[in-house]
């Protein structure tokens, strides 16, 4: 089913629609899969899909056939039909034996089947606005298309295998692949030439020290760089609005350094994106001062706070200098419990002065600072921080230049 939908300019332009499909297995419980598909469905959202409906199963593991069990395969099929919605969209990466089978059960349907995987490509692709991010995301899904290209050639799905069957279908679609390959080939061999190039960049950039802002993705760090640099860096309340890497020279006090900020992480982010963005990692890797920002209003900033960290530790950063930043204080909700209710306080109702004192009072190896880039509250110690921090860098690189900033101490 495709809905108009107005957008901003008046006119109207069609809004698919979708279903989400996940599992709880015995690596994955039921509040982590209803995290993973609020997600999703806010995935989905940035890729402009209204989402129907939510389907899950219990499972000890995906079905190597159609993830889902045939039960629940039917009852999906049963909703389709009624509701004819424009895709389903399945929260794990499918094999392609699972795509091709899935495929299979709704050919009659017409409805698209996406995994994870998929999703996040096609919002990188509407999202990339720099030649240099364009490659990147082409190359992430020629590398994803590759194993599943046979599903591409629906015209030759009349030639079953066996004798007398064989023909020109498997020659054109070993034809593919191989233009596929070439494709994949001459792709990171541009990359690779960009890539020289933008470290040539990174080298002339001088002596200044480099901050990178890093983080799970939509907690405000375009914000934060407009902020601090007064600049434009696009910033919006959606997922991956941020691809490109943005570099601005900023001052504090009369001390000048390069900001930088970075593609968001995300669970169960697709290998093809990490291998493909790996020059825009570099910004990360060569940056002397990382700024982790956290989203602190939204109910899992704990676990995308950890997924961070584990993914910083993956591309080798983990012990780089760094500061934490909890931002969106303004957006944090505190409900209190009744006086005659024993029961043990559940994450809503502590408020942001008692979660101050947990476990991010003991984060002793970094500065850690509470604010809202949003409405501009606790920036001056923000700052008066960062200073402190690039102060300490810059002159351990330039210790004779220590009287620039006695005025400051």
Known sequence: MIEKKKNTHNTL????????????????????????LDELAFLAETAHAKCLKRFTQNLDRPDTRTFVGSGKLKEIKDFVAEHKPSMIIFDDELAPSQLRNIEGEFKETGVK?????????DIFASRARTAHAKKQVELAQYEYLLPRLTRMWSHLEKQRGGIGMRGPGEQEIETDRRIVRDRIALLKDQLKDIDRQMATQRGNRGALVRVALVGYTNVGKSTLMNLLSKSDVFAENKLFATLDTTVRKVVIHNLPFLLTDTVGFIRKLPHQ?????KSTLDETREADLLVHVVDISHP???DHFRVVNETLREIGVGDKPTMVVFNKI???????????????KEKENITLEELQHTWMSRLNEHDVVFISAQKKENIDKLKDMMYEKIRQIHIQRFPYNDFLFEKYD
Request: proline share 4%; net charge negative.
């Open 113 to 121: 089947v996406l995994d994870r995987n998929n999703l996040i490509l």
């Open 273 to 277: 994106l990490i291998e493909s963005f």
């Open 13 to 36: 332009q069609e809004q698919e629609t979708c279903i989400l499909v996940g599992i709880v297995t015995k690596d994955q419980s039921k509040e982590q899969l209803t995290e993973y």
């Open 300 to 302: 899992q900033f704990e």
């Open 330 to 344: 303004d957006a944090f909700t505190y409900v209190p419990k009744a006086e005659d209710d024993l029961t043990p």
